[in-house]
C-alpha cells in the first residue's frame, strides 16, 4: 500500500487527547467510570503521553484549543473539548456523541465598567472587540445586526479594554471574578457552554469495539453527574 493516512494507527490502541486544568479533571471521573485510571498527573509530569492503568489506552496532553486538531487528523482517536474550541475549530471531521456536562461556564460579552454597551448598540455604534473566539463573535454580533471590528487575542482579553485596545470583549466566564477583579461588568451572554466528548470519524469505524464502551461509559457517568 502505497497511501497511509499519517497517524491514524491501525492497531487496537487508543489515544485521548485532553488538556490540562479543568477538562484534564473534570474527565478523570468519567475515565474512573469506563474503568480507565491515568497513571500521572500532567501538573506534575513532564510527559505529554501519559500511560493509563490499561496498556492500549493512553492520554495526549495538548493545549485545549489543539485537541480538535490532534482528533480530526486521526493523531488521537478521541479527546474532549470545550464548545467554545469546538465551534471555533468547525467540527469538521469529527463526531460529538456527547455532552459531558463538564467545565461548564458560558461565553459573554463584557465591558469596562463605565461604558453603556446597550446605549451604543442602540446608537449603531461600531464597536472593537477583543476576543480569542472570532467565529463565534463574528456570528453573534452579526446576529444582531451590531457592527464589530474584531481583535484576535490569544490569551488576557480581560486586559483589551482596560488600555482602551478594544471597547469590549467576548470570553469564557465561570465564576466571573476575573472580570470584576479587573472592574469589567457582563453585558450579554452568547451562550452556555460545556465540553463534548469528541471522536475521530474513521477510528470510530475501525476502532468501534475498543470505542463504544467508553463512549457508553462517559455518556452514563455524565448524565449521572449533569
Ligand atoms: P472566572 O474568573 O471564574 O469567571 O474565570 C474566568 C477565566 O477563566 C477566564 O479568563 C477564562 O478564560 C477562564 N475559564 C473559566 N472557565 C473556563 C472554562 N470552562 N473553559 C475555559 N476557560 C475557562
Not at 471521573?29 to 496498556?55: C, F, H, Q, Y
Request: proline share 4%.
Amino acid at each position: 500500500m502505497s497511501m497511509t493516512i499519517a497517524t491514524q494507527s491501525t492497531d487496537q490502541g487508543l489515544i485521548l487527547a485532553l488538556s490540562k486544568g479543568r477538562i484534564f479533571e473534570d474527565t478523570l471521573p468519567l475515565l474512573e467510570a469506563a474503568g480507565i485510571t491515568v497513571l500521572e498527573n500532567p501538573e506534575t509530569s513532564r510527559k505529554l503521553i501519559l500511560p493509563t492503568n490499561d496498556p492500549a489506552v493512553r492520554v495526549l496532553i495538548v493545549r485545549a484549543t489543539d485537541v480538535p486538531t490532534y482528533v480530526q487528523y486521526g493523531a488521537a482517536d478521541f479527546g474532549v473539548a470545550g464548545k467554545d474550541v469546538l465551534l471555533e475549530h468547525g467540527g469538521e471531521g469529527l463526531y460529538q456523541p456527547v455532552d459531558l456536562n463538564i467545565a461548564s461556564c458560558r461565553m459573554s460579552v463584557a465591558v469596562n465598567a463605565g461604558f453603556d454597551y446597550a446605549s451604543a448598540v442602540r446608537q449603531g455604534a461600531r464597536l472593537r472587540v477583543a476576543t480569542k473566539f472570532v467565529n463565534t463573535a463574528r456570528q453573534h454580533f452579526a446576529s444582531k445586526g451590531v457592527h464589530v471590528d474584531l481583535i484576535k487575542l490569544y490569551g488576557s482579553m480581560e486586559l483589551a479594554p482596560l488600555v482602551g485596545l478594544s471597547d469590549a470583549i467576548v470570553d469564557v466566564v465561570s465564576t466571573g471574578n476575573t472580570l470584576r477583579a479587573n472592574n469589567l461588568v457582563e453585558v450579554e451572554k452568547i451562550m452556555d457552554i460545556s465540553s463534548r466528548l469528541v471522536v475521530n470519524q474513521a477510528a470510530l469505524k475501525l476502532k468501534r469495539a475498543r470505542l463504544q464502551p467508553i463512549i457508553e461509559a462517559f455518556q452514563k457517568a455524565s448524565t449521572l453527574q449533569g
